[in-house]
């Protein structure tokens, strides 16, 4: 276990559907991350928050929509999905966002959209 | 802008046997960071490695090692005395060392190592 828990751990739903993911870290990091991963894709980021700030967006459609309300807790709003949404959702910590910072990862929310 | 290839898309290896992952990179910049991460089934993500591009030794981490050669931009990975929890998905990775903040991991595809008993 490496401190980052994320709920659910798989989710299906409709395209007209919203739900959110939910990511916990136990570490104390400064910064968390969203990544997407998809079959026979390299690994995607598509946020990245630093002390609660957004400090990037990787160009993510509007359809996902992030949330930082404290260091240790990082959602990620989903509405209105498409099926090619489906995917693999990791989150991930770090103290900091320098390349010498380890990212710690999730176990990740399987998303299948129907 | 950088890629990062693992053009081994599955490989097996008998147990305790070793093992060597490839992976090339494409970058104009001197100065950067590459790494390996596995992701088991359980699919909880985990750095194995990391390797600065301005040092010349190879990193070693118990029964991992890397080759790093700079000028091929060639970054394999070693797995002595294969173990069956080393059954993963290994991802290579490169990170720019010129920005700080503004940076951002770029993986590769990932090669699948199965490990045969």
């Known amino acids: 276990e490496t401190g980052v828990t994320q709920t659910p751990r798989h989710l299906v739903m409709g395209m007209t559907n919203k739900k959110s993911l939910k990511c916990e870290q136990h570490?104390?990091?400064?910064?968390m991350y969203w990544y997407k991963q998809s079959a026979k894709k390299p690994l995607e980021l598509m946020f990245v928050?630093?002390?609660?700030?957004?400090?990037e967006n990787n160009s993510v459609p509007s359809r996902f929509s992030p949330e930082c309300p404290n260091s240790s807790h990082l959602f990620l709003h989903l509405h209105t999905l498409q099926p090619e949404d489906s995917a693999l959702y990791l989150c991930?910590?770090?103290?900091?966002?320098?390349?010498?910072?380890?990212?710690?990862f999730g176990p990740g929310t399987r998303l299948t959209v129907l | 802008a950088q890629t990062v290839t693992q053009s081994q898309p599955e490989m097996s290896v008998q147990e305790a046997e070793t093992v060597t992952l490839s992976c090339t990179y494409d970058t104009s910049e001197s100065d950067y960071y590459l790494f390996w991460y596995k992701q088991p089934p359980s699919r909880q993500m985990i750095l194995v490695i990391r390797q600065e591009a301005y040092k010349q030794q190879n990193a070693t981490e118990n029964r991992f090692s890397v080759n790093f050669q700079k000028a091929a931009k060639s970054f394999s990975l070693k797995i002595s005395d294969s173990q069956l929890g080393d059954a993963a998905m290994y991802f290579c990775a490169y990170r720019s060392a010129l920005k700080f903040r503004d940076d951002k991991i770029i993986f590769g595809k990932g090669t699948r190592l199965h490990i045969l008993p």
């Open positions: 570490l104390g990091h400064n910064a």
């Open positions: 991930a910590s770090s103290q900091g966002q320098g390349p010498l910072d380890t990212q710690y």
């Open positions: 928050y630093n002390f609660k700030e957004q400090t």
